[in-house]
């Protein structure tokens, strides 16, 4: 997928959790760039007997190098992490610095400074734990109305801006805000040279899956570019294929000239269309 090239149909897909708890689609293109530096992960694992929703987009920059390395590397070090279930925030934690670490190592390249956005979701139970490096973003639509659960991590953000200072960097404008006058996000996995200003910290948001949590949206800011939160929750809501969800979206971004890759994961929750037939298969089976 990182060597999709440029005017060439989107790469989708999508599907169930076998307990009928959600569905998800993804949509994914180059868009208007000749490179492909977009990569995504959306996998159903049975981690201890429980089923485990991953979903992941991660914008790659300087190539697709440590955009690849992130997708390959982070859910399988999660999954593995003892403090998973007892622990979930601490294990994302700990996964993404360690993931970040493991990339920095494996990046033998000094060429180029290649780096990588991570916005990830985490279906455990009934808990929705949201993870976020960068600037793609995650939206969830509650009760009808788009909440972003996530912030997109820019350098001239006040609170990032001093954080990059206190650590001896600094921010300048060259086209847009930049750490160093070189990068255009504050957060990111990679970035060997900019390592001690760019982070890979998540700040990480809990949300309770329940009858009024309709569906998640994650997205590379190909989307965010041009479409707004609730443009993208009013556009995904009446589709109740999440694949297809995903490839509206796609398509919207690319009909308002977003200049950018493009990836974007539908992750719907189904527990008010299944709660009950759900139950009523329980109550034959007991």
Request: include cysteine; charge should be negative.
């Amino acid at each position: 997928m990182g060597f999709a090239e440029k005017g060439s149909p989107p790469v989708t897909g999508g599907g169930f959790s076998e307990n009928g708890k959600f569905s998800y689609g993804y949509a994914s293109s180059p868009g208007k760039r000749s490179s492909m530096e977009d990569f995504h992960e959306t996998r159903v694992d049975g981690v201890d007997g429980e089923t485990v929703g991953l979903f992941g987009v991660f914008d790659g920059h300087g190539g697709a190098r440590a955009a690849e390395f992130v997708k390959q590397n982070l859910f399988t070090n999660l999954i593995k992490h003892p403090k998973f279930f007892s622990d979930t925030k601490s294990a994302i934690a700990e996964t993404y610095t360690h993931t970040d670490s493991e990339l920095l190592k494996a990046d033998t390249s000094h060429h180029r400074d290649a780096g990588s956005t991570a916005s990830t979701a985490i279906l455990v139970g009934d808990r929705l734990l949201v993870a976020n490096v960068g600037d793609s973003r995650a939206v969830i639509c509650r009760g009808g109305d788009a909440i972003a659960v996530s912030r997109d991590h820019k350098p001239d953000q006040t609170d990032e801006r001093q954080r990059i200072e206190e650590a001896g960097g600094f921010v300048m404008w060259a086209g847009t805000w930049r750490v160093g006058g070189v990068l255009a996000v504050s957060r990111a996995f990679g970035d060997k040279l900019l390592k001690q200003y760019v982070v890979a910290d998540p700040e990480i948001k809990e949300e309770v899956v329940d009858s009024s949590l309709e569906f998640l949206i994650l997205a590379s800011d190909g989307l965010w570019d041009v479409v707004t939160n609730e443009e993208a929750v009013a556009m995904a809501k009446p589709i109740l294929d999440s694949e297809q969800a995903a490839k509206t979206l796609l398509a919207e971004a690319s009909q308002r000239g977003s200049a950018d890759n493009i990836t974007c994961v539908v992750v719907r929750f189904l527990e008010q269309q299944n709660g009950l037939a759900g139950r009523a298969t329980n109550d034959q089976a007991s």
